[in-house]
Structure formats: C-alpha cells, structure tokens
C-alpha cells in the first residue's frame, strides 16, 4: 500500500459475479441465445472465464501485483427469484472467502437496490443486515479510518424504498450500524450512490444520514444514440466534471469514480457508445483524477483518505473492464500503478 505526505490513495475496482458457465441458464456471456464471446473476442478475460475461487485467485494475484487495494463486490437481494439470471450474482463472496491469497486484496459490499432488488421491509432488511455483517466480519473487509465500508447502490432507489421518509433511512441505517456492531464487525463508514453529474433536493437530503456519497458508473444523458462510437474524451469529462459539480453540492464527502468504457454492445443495449481509451488517454484520466483528490478535501471521504472506484473489473458486457483480456492485457492495470502506486 502506498503512504503519501498528503494522504493514502485506495484504488477500488467494481466487481459484477454474472459470468457464469452457458448451461447453468445463468450466464451473463449469452444474450438471445449466442455466446457473444465469438462476435467480441478482444473482451474474453485472461484470468478466467467463469466465476469460481480459481479465478478469483487469479484475479487477486493480479489486481494486488498492480496496486489495487480492493474489490467493491455487488451483492443482491436473493430470498426469491427476482430477476432472470440473478441465482449466481452473490457467489463471488464465497469465491473470495475460499481465495487462498484473498489476504492480499480487501473487499467492500456494495448492496444493489436498483429495481427489481431492493428491499422495503423492515424485517427483510434486519435479516440482511445479519447476513452483511456476517460477511463483512471477515478480516478482508476494507476498513477505513478503522471503519467498515458499506456502500448502498442507489440513492434515491432508498429513499423511494424507505417511503421518501428521512426518518426510515435513519432507522434502517441505525439497524445496520447496530447489527454490525452486534455481530463483531465494529463501527461502518456507510456510503451512498448518487449519479455522476446531478443530484436533486431529496438525495441531497437524504445524503445526510450517510457517512459519503460516490458513484458506481456514469456518462452523458441525451446523446443521439448511432453505431459511431462517441469520442472517450466525452466519457472522462462527464466524470471530471460531475465530480467538481456534486463535491460542494453534498452535506457530506464526494467519492469520485473514474469509467474505464461505457459501450454495451455485446448486450445489444441501445448506445451511445464510447470509443475504448488509448493508454495515453486512460493515464491522462487518471493523473487529472488524482490531482483532483489531492487538491480537493472534499472529495476524501475521511480526512487523508483518498478513496475512488473505477468502473469496472468486469462488465465485460457493458463495456466497463479493468481486468486483463486478450484485447488490452494488463494496459489498464499497468496505468493504474505508474499514476497511484509509483512512489512506493
């Protein structure tokens, strides 16, 4: 890990478990019926195709070697069959626990809420929150400032989940803090996601009774959908300037977030798309990123703490890879640990 005189950077990666085998029905590689891996070649991951403690390892060996702190892992509601596909979507937690090496890479839960997995019970929540901290009691949960991470996925998703009642948000909140509490994890630092480029009064409200607010991924509303892809510049700007936006806006610290692709095309999700970025323009998005943590106290969660996500490890379907694959290799890795981790 890499001590700064101004602060520690915390480089995170967003992790997605939809990358099951084709015949389990569950995998996410098959759209309509094709395994879109033969059409996209340059996306197959080089560390393993299938989720699994073998991939996971090979996984952890590699994103630690290049200066990676930690996973931000997806977790999904799964007390009923709420989505086509979604059976497998947790299982990269048990891979991690059964990693050999997972001593090397922490990891953080993030709860995804977006329809149709969120949660407006009360007792369904309480029984989660065992759940989370059971998980989270393990010793490779990020911990800041001696604080468990936790992060809701959606802002604004809870608060609609909760009532548009700022007093349930506290409720189950104080539910969580306690249950963890209960159950050995400590105290959390809870975050909250909000989009890259706006926010409005009932999310700024909300927002106060988290601890920090960040963003999973993000890119511009409004461009005309057409098969050319959009410039990446277009991609970085949105970020870079969201971030300066959302900062002062919010009652409590901003967690920036870098894109490393937005282009779901393999999905056949409707564009825009945006052109894959060169290792020059992936390392400008970097070093402007990190200037910006430095320079910006608002945008540390927790004084000296400069934590940011990239999106993503492996949405290799939306376009969102980190991950090596036959197409890139290690190019984004390599870019992560010259700008961040070079002073170690």
């Not at 996601?193 to 607010?213: L, P, Q, S, T």
């Not at 323009?281 to 990190?290: G, M």
């Not at 492996?314 to 090596?324: D, H, K, Q, S, T």
Request: charge should be neutral.
């Amino acid at each position: 890990m890499n001590t700064m005189k101004n602060g520690r950077y915390y480089v995170g990666i967003n992790y997605f478990n939809g990358w099951e085998r084709p015949d389990t029905g569950d995998s996410k590689w098959v759209i309509r019926g094709e395994d879109w891996r033969i059409r996209y070649p340059d996306r197959i991951p080089a560390l393993g195709c299938f989720g699994s403690p073998d991939t996971m390892e090979a996984e952890i060996e590699v994103a630690a070697r290049f200066g990676v702190d930690f996973f931000q892992m997806l977790w999904y509601v799964q007390e009923t069959v709420r989505e086509r596909g979604a059976a497998h979507l947790n299982d990269c937690f048990p891979h991690y626990f059964a990693a050999k090496n997972n001593q090397k890479l922490k990891f953080a839960l993030e709860f995804c809420n977006h329809p149709p997995f969120g949660i407006e019970d009360a007792g369904l929540w309480a029984r989660y929150c065992e759940e989370w901290a059971g998980s989270l009691k393990h010793e490779g949960a990020l911990r800041i400032g001696g604080k468990v991470l936790f992060k809701v996925h959606g802002l604004q998703y809870f608060f609609n989940q909760c009532g548009g009642n700022l007093d349930t948000i506290k409720e189950r909140l104080r539910v969580l803090r306690e249950t963890a509490r209960k159950n050995g994890v400590g105290e959390l630092l809870i975050g909250a996601g909000v989009m890259g480029d706006a926010v409005n009064e009932n999310e700024i409200a909300a927002a106060a009774c988290f601890d920090y607010v960040t963003t999973y991924a993000d890119f511009p509303r409004g461009l005309e959908p057409r098969e050319r892809e959009y410039p990446w510049e277009e991609l970085e700007r949105h970020a870079a300037e969201g971030r300066h936006k959302l900062a002062p806006q919010m009652p409590v610290p901003y967690a920036p977030f870098a894109m490393s692709g937005w282009n779901p095309r393999p999905w056949a999700v409707p564009g825009p798309y945006y052109a894959f970025p060169t290792r020059e323009q992936w390392n400008h998005t970097l070093t402007v990123l990190k200037s910006d943590l430095d320079r910006n106290p608002k945008m540390q969660i927790v004084p000296g703490a400069k934590l940011f996500t990239i999106y993503a490890w492996n949405e290799f379907g939306e376009g969102g890879i980190v991950a090596p694959t036959l197409g890139e290799r290690t190019m984004k890795l390599e870019e992560i640990q010259k700008v961040f981790k070079s002073g170690k």
